[in-house]
Each structure stands twice: as structure tokens, then as C-alpha cells.
């Protein structure tokens, strides 16, 4: 720090680091002001309410540790939900991450309308959550749907996805395949980062086309297949949005907006931990028992977010 | 190994001196592995032509086949979406009569204006409230030096990856109770003129990128930190600061789970994408009138897409890949 090296008289000195101290907080206040409120109070209340019998009519009563007896042992759709949110990370990441980086692959082979295919591949992605699932369940609808209809034509019989238990998990991993462009770019981008020599060198030491991928692009891309992993994970705990409008459409129950259906039709099949937070907390107005299944999102987040933090390479990587 | 590789362009920046040869580090773990076998024979230059040839056929009939999966919904919902009421229910997939009505119908919707411009009202108070208190947040933590800067960054980094859901019942208990903000769209932006965790880790990657030198000289100039701020780094962080405006405003407009937890139970608050998914109910079987307004859902969105890609490009390589 040049200037402070200027100052010799220690008084002043000391007159600066202070300066300098409220400036650092000026500038964090939002952050801080933000951060404490936003997120350190409510954190604290959902404890606080995880211990309460509260309805949000009459005042909360203390229940001690039966809301979490109840969500942990008895309550039926806590094990669905569990199950479904795993099964959506596990199936819907890996595949998101390999069909991202076979486009990727792909995008950087292509010698002809190179542009015309990565606007085509990236813009699904671009599709708002709620637009792209009404869109999907139309097309994939049983009864009327193109889908189905140009399958029955070639001779196939097709399944039908959102309202059939067993596909309607795999429907939603195919629209999540749709929107694959953000990790398309991500792919695409370190791919082309790969040292063209290393291609050539392998080349001439006689490397087929698999042996060139296992031996030069992986070693090269893996931190990038690994943030693609983590923030997958992240992202597919949060699952909401997709599955929830999924479920309703599919059901074609017609009472109005707003509707009081409970969320994972068919069967609890597309019921992830997130939206049974929501039912329970704006449907059931249990919110006890709403408030003890946040934090276990919440401690099954941290985990995730721990484990990456170990591995923050990618992340950080840009601190001084 | 006895031979030295003919290429004109090794060693590689990362070949180390420890190789004998003048080959790359790569080239040595590719052979090692594979030592035992012989080198394939180069081929014939006219089978090499063919198989490059085949190779060629082959990625641009994978490219078009990708193609067709991105691209058929759109045209898909496009074709329903002009069709007649009849013929949306037939399963046919040409329509009959090119029904533009469908799209005026929509608008005629009740409530679909009033959606635009909650949505509207949503995303742009929302994307000038996040940069403005995101930017001296992201300042301070790529270019101030104080202790428990380290912790703030992780802790910034940790809220970004946190589920909304963890938090959003005694939120909105306050909102609903304390402010009775419930109803309207006010409880989602009110939070972002307070900073919003993606939006700080992104401008700080961003403004890490700016070298000290200009901040410094800046201040030997007699800037203070604010003048530094508006002065120097606003201007020099303008792409960092349209990426992650971009992606904000996106955020708004397909966020689901916020206007549904405030807005739900007035109607008038409702966002697009809020009001969307009740479209279908409202037209119980009306698959063209539901397709129409899916696209002017998406329309918005493309579009700023197309007038905006070099600052997305920008925020795709923020994200955070770089290392």
C-alpha cells in the first residue's frame, strides 16, 4: 500500500485504518444488512418453528421434538419425496452432464453452420422453466400430442409420460435434456481450451479418436466436468418449479387458480423435498412440520455446499 | 522413442526438460500407457480421404439430428399454437387454417396485460435494485483487504447455493404479518436492494479482472473509495455489470416459486410465469390458445437473447470455469 507507506506520523496512520475500516463497512452494509435479515433471521425462526405447533391463525405452542418425530418417522410422503429428490440429482445430473458434453463435443466438430447449431442447441435453455414444462406436457400429452402421435405412426407404442408413475420422473430428466445449453457453452468453451498440440502429439504417436479423448480431453476437462457435477447437484436439490407445474397440468384437474391439489401427481412420483416444504407450509399450514423438512434441505445443501467448498478450485480460483 | 516427434510445434508450454525427447507431457502419458503395442500404420491417402469424409458425414447428420430435437418443440408448439380450437384437439400436426386470432385472444385474456406488466415491473425493479447494492459489495471483496474477507466470500458463496425454500416460511410470516406485503410482488424485490449472493460472486470475479494499478493511481489522484467506485470501476466493469443484469432479469421473469409463495392469492400480482400454468386450467382443452401464450412467454426472453449475446457470453465465461 503505497499511501499508507506515505504516512509516517502513527496517529494519522491510525486515523486511516479506522477511515478505512467504516469504509469496508459501507460498502459490505447492503451484504451484511441483507445477509442478517434475509437469511440469518428466518434461519433461526424455522428452528424456532421446527419446535412449535403453529398454524398461522393462533399463536405457535411449544411441541418440543414431535414435529420432527413426525416428519422423520411417520409422515408418509417424507420417504417419496427423499427418494424422488435423490433419484432426480443421481439420474438427472449424470445425465445432463454426459448429453452437455457430447453436445459440446459435437458443437466444436461441426465444420458446416457451426452458428445456425449452437443457437439452435443453446436456446432452449433460454425457455422460462414454466413456458418449457406447459410446452413439454402438451407435446408429450397421451391423448393429442405430436410425440405420441408421429410414434403410434412409425409402429412404436409410447409411454405416457407425465401421467404414467414410472415415466414421469424420466419426462422431466428429458425436458431438463431440452435446456441443456448453459452447460453445452461450459463444455464447448473448455473443450476448445484443450492445447491443439497435445491433440497432434497424441496423434502422431498413433492415438485413435477414443484413446486422444481418454488420454487428452479428459485430463484437460475434468475440473470443468466437476463444477458441472456440484452445481447440478445444487441446482437438482432445489427441483420445484418443473415438477410442480408438471404435476398439475398432467392431472388436467380443472379447479381454478390456485388450485388446492397437493403437488406430485402421478402417484407421488414427481413430489420432490422442495415442494413438500410448500404444501406443507402454504396448503397444510403445518408449519411445524413445514419448517423441520427445511432444514433437512438445508443440512443436505450445506453438505453439498461443504463438499464443494473442499474442492473450491474452480471457484476461487481467480483470488489474487 | 528414438526419433525426434517431427513437429514443429513442440514442446508444449508444459513440457518439462525431464523428457529426453522433445515431446509434449501429454504424448508421454498417452504412450506410456500403451507402450506395448505397435504404432498404427499411416493409411493410404485415399482411404484417408474417405474417412474423413465418413467422419464428416457422420457429426453433421448427429448435428441435425440434435437439431431437430431442440428445434421441433418450438415448431411444434408454434403449429398448435395457430390452429383452430377444433383442430387442437385432433392430434393432427399441420394446421388447417393459419389462425392468428389465437394470439389477440390471448391478450384478451383477463389479466394477461396486467401479468405483462407485473412481470415487467418485477424483472427491471429487480435487476436496478440487485446491481446497485450488489456492486460496493462485490467492490469490497475483490479489492479491499480486511480480515474476514475470506469468511464473506465463503459465506456469500454458501447462501448462493442454498434451496429458497429453506428459508421462506418465517419470510414470509413476516411479510404477511408484520408488513402485510402478502399479495404483492414487493416481499420478492424489497430483499434485492440488499444484495443478492449470485449477482456479488459474479461481479467480484469480474471486478478481480481490473488490475489494482487503476484503483490505485485512481486514489493517488485524491479519488475517495466512491469516486474510485463510480469513476473508474463502474465504467471499466460495464460488461460484467450487463451480464449479470441479464441474467437477474432473467431470473425475475422465469421465477415461479416467488411470485407463487406472495402473489398467489391476488390475482392482480400475478407474474407470466405465475399466470401461465393457470391459462391451461382457464381453457380447460384449448391446447392452441395455452401453445400461444407459452410462446409470448418465451418471446421476451429470445429476443433480449439476440440483442444481448456478447454480454451472455461474457457471464457464461464469469460463471466461474475460468480456473
Known sequence: MSLTQRAADPAALRRKRARERWCTLGFLSPWLVGFSVFFGYPLLATVYFSFMHYNQIEPPTFVGLRNWAYVLTQMPLF????????????????????????????????????GFFRTAFYIPYLAPPVAATVAFVFL?????????????????????????????KPSLVLLSLWGIGDLMVIFMAALLDVPREQYEAAELDGAGPLSRFRYVTWPNITPIVMFAVVTGVVQTMQYYTQALVAGKLASGVTIGPGSQIQPGYPDHSTLTVPQL???????????????????????????????????????????? | MTTPAPNPSAPGPSAPALAPAPAPAAVRRTSGRRRGRTRRAPGRP??????????????????????????LPFVFVFLTSVMSDRQAMS????????????????????GFLDWWRNS????????????????PVAYALAKFRFRGRRTAVLLVISTMMLPPQVVVIP???????????AGTLWPLIIPMAFGDAYSIFLLRQFLLTIPKEYVESAKVDGCGELRTLLRIVVPMAKPGIAAVSLFQFFYCWN?????????????????????????????????????????????????????????????????????
Open chain 1, 79 to 114: 420417504g417419496p419425496a427423499l427418494w424422488n429428490t435423490v433419484w432426480l440429482v443421481v439420474v438427472m445430473v449424470a445425465l445432463r452432464v454426459a448429453f452437455g458434453l457430447g453436445v459440446g463435443l459435437l458443437v466444436t466438430k461441426i465444420k458446416a453452420g457451426v
Open chain 1, 140 to 168: 408429450l400429452n397421451p391423448g393429442t400430442g405430436p410425440v405420441n402421435g408421429l410414434l403410434a405412426r412409425i409402429g412404436i407404442h409410447a409411454p405416457n409420460w407425465f401421467n404414467d408413475p414410472a415415466w414421469a
Open chain 1, 277 to 320: 416444504v410448500w404444501s406443507l407450509g402454504f396448503q397444510n399450514f403445518n408449519t411445524g412440520a413445514a419448517c423441520v423438512l427445511s432444514l433437512v434441505l438445508f443440512a443436505l445443501a450445506m453438505a453439498v455446499t461443504t463438499l464443494l467448498m473442499r474442492k473450491r478450485a474452480g471457484l476461487l480460483a481467480a483470488e489474487d
Open chain 2, 46 to 71: 485415399g482411404s484417408r480421404r474417405n474417412t474423413r469424409l465418413l467422419h464428416w458425414i457422420a457429426v453433421h447428420t448427429g448435428a441435425v439430428a440434435a437439431a431437430l430435437f431442440f428445434v
Open chain 2, 91 to 110: 392430434g393432427e400436426l399441420w394446421p388447417h387454417g393459419w389462425h392468428w386470432s389465437n394470439y389477440t385472444e390471448v391478450f384478451r385474456t383477463p
Open chain 2, 120 to 135: 415487467l415491473m418485477y424483472a427491471l425493479l429487480g435487476t436496478v435494485c440487485t446491481v446497485c447494492s450488489s456492486v
Open chain 2, 171 to 181: 419470510m414470509y410470516l413476516v411479510w404477511a404479518q408484520q408488513f402485510h406485503l
Open chain 2, 255 to 323: 421465477d415461479y416459486f416467488g411470485p407463487q409463495i406472495y402473489a398467489a392469492q391476488n390475482p392482480g400480482a400475478w407474474t407470466l410465469s405465475y399466470g401461465l400454468e393457470t391459462f391451461k386450467t382457464a381453457h380447460s382443452v384449448n391446447w392452441n390458445l395455452t401453445m400461444a401464450a407459452t410462446l409470448l412467454v418465451m418471446a421476451p426472453v429470445i429476443l433480449v437473447f439476440f440483442f444481448a449475446q456478447k454480454a451472455f457470453v461474457e457471464g457464461v465465461t464469469l460463471t466461474g470455469v475460468k480456473g
